[in-house]
C-alpha cells in the first residue's frame, strides 16, 4: 500500500528539459513517467501540475505586457502536459489533460468534480495553464489543486534535493532541512515555493514534500514512504 493515497505532484517545466536545457527531453520524460505508472500500480491516485519554464519564463520578458507574458507560460505548460499525457498512454496509464483556459480540441475544462471522478478510477489528471491566471505561479495552481482534490500531500519534484537555508548553490555550508514548518519557510523567505502558494498551503494545512527529480525513482520512493526530501507542514 502506498504511503499517500491521493498526491499532487508538481513538476517543474526545466526538470522535462532533462539534460537539454530547453524544450523536452522525452526520454527522461518517459523515465519520469515510468515512476509515476509504479504509483498508479501501487494504488495511489496522481494529479500532475507540470510548469513550463522549459519554454518560457513571463518573467524574464520584462519588456512586454506581464498579463500576455503570463498567458504564454501558460500554453507553455499545456505543451508539457500533452507531452506527460503522450507518455503515461504509452505506457498505458489512462490520464486526462484539464485546462483553466479552455482548449477543448486538446483537453477537458478543469471541473473538481470530474477530476475527482478521474482519479477515482485510476486515471492521472494533469493540470494545465496554471490558476487560469496571470500573476500567479504554478506553484500556486499546485496548491489550489491539491486543496480542491483533497490530496493528502503536494510532491514538489525539482532540481534540488530538499529545502536549504540558503541556496546550496552559491553557499557550500548551506544546511538542508529535514523537516520545516510553513511559519518558518516564510518569515524565513526559504524558496520552497513562491509566498503566495506557501500561504495558501499553511492555510489549508497541506503538507509539502521537496525532492530531487533528477532521479525519477524519487516519485515512487515517496509513494512508498521512503525517507527523502524535506518535509513542510504546519507543525511537527
Known amino acids: 500500500m502506498p504511503g499517500y493515497k491521493r498526491i499532487l505532484l508538481k513538476v517543474s517545466g526545466e526538470a522535462l528539459a532533462g539534460s537539454k536545457g530547453m524544450g523536452i527531453d522525452y526520454d527522461f520524460v518517459l523515465k519520469v513517467c515510468e515512476s509515476i505508472k509504479k504509483c ?3 494504488g495511489a491516485q496522481i494529479g ?5 519554464g522549459n519554454f518560457w519564463r513571463g518573467k524574464q520578458h520584462a519588456k512586454m505586457d506581464r498579463t500576455r507574458a ?13 507531452a506527460l499525457q503522450d507518455a503515461l498512454e504509452n505506457l498505458g496509464v489512462p490520464t486526462r489533460v484539464q485546462t483553466a483556459i479552455q482548449m477543448q480540441a ?3 475544462p478543469v471541473i473538481r468534480n470530474r477530476a475527482v471522478r478521474h482519479l477515482e478510477k485510476g486515471r492521472v489528471v494533469i493540470f494545465g495553464c ?9 506553484d500556486t495552481a499546485a496548491a489550489l489543486r491539491a486543496a480542491e482534490i483533497e490530496a493528502d500531500i503536494i510532491f514538489k519534484a525539482t532540481n534540488a534535493d530538499g529545502v536549504y537555508d540558503k541556496d546550496p548553490n552559491k553557499y557550500p555550508d548551506a544546511v538542508k532541512y529535514d523537516h520545516v514548518t510553513f511559519s518558518e519557510v516564510l518569515s524565513k523567505e526559504l524558496g520552497v515555493m513562491d509566498m503566495t502558494a506557501a500561504a495558501l498551503c499553511k492555510d489549508t494545512d497541506m503538507p509539502i514534500l521537496v525532492f530531487n527529480i533528477k532521479n525519477p525513482e524519487n516519485i515512487y520512493n515517496a ?3 521512503e525517507k527523502i526530501g524535506t518535509i513542510v507542514k504546519g507543525v511537527f
Open 70 to 82: 503570463d498567458h504564454i507560460g501558460m500554453l507553455a505548460t499545456v505543451m508539457n502536459s500533452l
Open 40 to 42: 498508479v500500480e501501487a
Open 48 to 52: 500532475i501540475v507540470v510548469g513550463g
Open 106 to 108: 486538446v483537453a477537458e
Open 223 to 225: 509513494v512508498i514512504g
Open 130 to 138: 496554471g490558476t487560469g491566471n496571470p500573476f500567479f505561479s504554478t
